[in-house]
């Protein structure tokens, strides 16, 4: 079986801070695309350049995990179970068999069955969430606190999923669920001071990373950051990184996470 080796890269940082980006990845290993159609070798819906625009956060101390295989494979932000997060609403699923933009994935009758969605389950996605879950639990031990960033970016315009355009930021705490209230009202003001369009829980309220670790009573926080990726890349193949836009998104994100984590240290830990 061809794999890709490791799952994911794994920095490890000393804040207690820890950013995830489940849907980085691009690998596609062979004995999943040869059922897949030839739209997915664009893989137009990946979190593109993440690693790139939040390289400042290692230099920062903030432990990093960035997934290696594609959301085309399995998504990691998705629940084990497959339940749709969004009931009523277009989305892709755990294994998903179409784009964003509606285009079919694979092959006809060569959609992965129960059986290739387990074994994706256990090679893929379960090594990312046991990392997860275990720096997590280190740097609570070693902080009292900790909080979980995820990292996320989507195309401004995709009328199957959102009328209109997307605003610049999409902040989701599961509907003030998954962190303490404080937290993000610090990310909040510098927010506020940004030029760029935000929104709490609007069309993205933060996926089953942020619903699942997301416990604020047991001193685990999470806020999921989706970007409109006109931010800082070029939308349409090739998906270029355009420095320049970069460059100006950059400091307010390390502003928003440096003040998330100021104001995570004045909680009390119970």
């Not at 800082?232 to 270029?240: G, L, R």
């Not at 100006?248 to 440096?258: I, S, T, V």
Request: proline share 8%; aromatic share 8%; glycine share 6%.
């Amino acid at each position: 079986m061809n794999t890709p080796e490791p799952v994911f890269e794994f920095t490890q940082g000393t804040l207690p801070l820890l950013i995830s980006m489940p849907h980085l990845g691009t690998a596609i290993p062979a004995d999943c695309e040869s059922s897949l159609c030839d739209i997915a070798a664009l893989r137009q819906d990946t979190d593109w350049h993440l690693d790139k625009l939040y390289a400042f956060a290692v230099d920062m101390g903030a432990s990093v995990i960035r997934a290696k295989v594609s959301r085309y494979v399995i998504d990691l932000n998705r629940p084990p179970s497959g339940e749709s997060l969004y009931p009523g609403q277009t989305t892709t699923g755990l294994c998903p068999t179409d784009t964003f933009r509606g285009e079919p994935l694979y092959h006809a009758g060569q959609q992965p069955d129960a059986a290739e969605v387990n074994r994706r389950l256990s090679t893929y996605w379960q090594p990312y969430h046991l990392q997860l879950a275990t720096e997590l639990a280190r740097l609570k031990a070693a902080h009292g606190q900790v909080l979980l960033w995820d990292a996320h970016s989507i195309a401004s315009v995709l009328p199957r999923l959102f009328d209109g355009q997307l605003p610049d930021l999409n902040f989701g705490t599961a509907d003030r669920r998954s962190c303490a209230p404080e937290l993000m009202a610090a990310v909040i003001d510098v927010a506020r001071e940004a030029p760029f369009s935000h929104v709490v829980n609007g069309r993205f309220k933060g996926g089953h990373i942020t619903r699942h670790y997301g416990q604020p009573d047991q001193q685990v926080h999470a806020i999921q950051l989706e970007m409109a990726q006109l931010l800082y890349m070029q939308e349409e193949a090739p998906f270029d990184y355009l420095p320049e836009r970069a460059a100006l998104l950059q400091p307010w994100l390390a502003r928003m996470l440096e003040a998330a984590v100021s104001r995570l240290r004045q909680l009390p830990v119970r």
